[in-house]
């Protein structure tokens, strides 16, 4: 996997980010954005993200493997 950037705030993304993003966004989805950028965009607290991060990797989504 190439290094993903926030396309806001230009930090690093790790894989359970950009899959996240993938899973919220859209498979196609060019553009990512961290944890704190996405609750922003979502509007929703970064507990509440990393929750779904760990109900899909609980789940086997393929995104988060």
Do not use: A, P
Request: hydrophobic share 30%; proline share 0%; net charge positive.
């Amino acid at each position: 996997m190439t290094s993903k950037i926030c396309h806001y705030c230009l930090s690093k993304l790790d894989r359970d980010t950009v899959g996240l993003n993938k899973k919220l966004l859209g498979r196609q989805t060019k553009q990512f954005l961290c944890l704190k950028c996405l609750q922003g965009y979502l509007e929703v607290t970064e507990e509440e993200l990393l929750e779904k991060i760990q109900y899909y990797k609980d789940q086997g989504c393929t995104l988060f493997v």
